[in-house]
Nanobody, 123 residues
């Protein structure tokens, strides 16, 4: 499993940065993504990045607030979350895979998952 780090408790309007080590980068299609799952809800994609091209995709609900990036030197992916809202409260999972771009947000396209890190945003 991928050890995701950086979760915690923050007030609405605050920021958190999640990180996750890259693993198994053997394909030009290698992508890393963040999904989240709130209690009683389906796991949903938050953001995804293709490692080689830095092509990024975001859920509409986080556009303009969250930024996904990667640092090749540190072999790490980051999710910077700004202006957090209570609806962002969830367990956040990093995932890796090698999907084609049209499938970059598909949960089924990712074969390796982190254990999850809790993000709680208080109002």
């Amino acid at each position: 499993q991928l050890p995701a780090c950086g979760g915690g408790l923050v007030q609405a309007g605050g920021s958190l940065r999640l990180s996750c080590p890259a693993s198994g980068r053997t394909s030009n299609n290698y992508c890393m993504a963040w999904f989240r799952q709130a209690p009683g809800k389906e796991r949903e994609v938050v953001a995804a990045i293709r490692w080689s091209s830095r092509h990024t995709v975001y859920a509409d609900s986080v556009k303009g607030r969250f930024t996904i990036s990667r640092d090749s030197a540190k072999n790490t992916e980051f999710l910077q979350m700004n202006n957090l809202e209570p609806v962002d409260t969830a367990v956040y999972y990093c995932a890796t895979g090698a999907p084609i771009l049209s499938q970059i947000t598909a949960r089924s396209a990712y074969g390796y998952w982190g254990q999850g890190t809790q993000v709680t945003v208080s109002s």
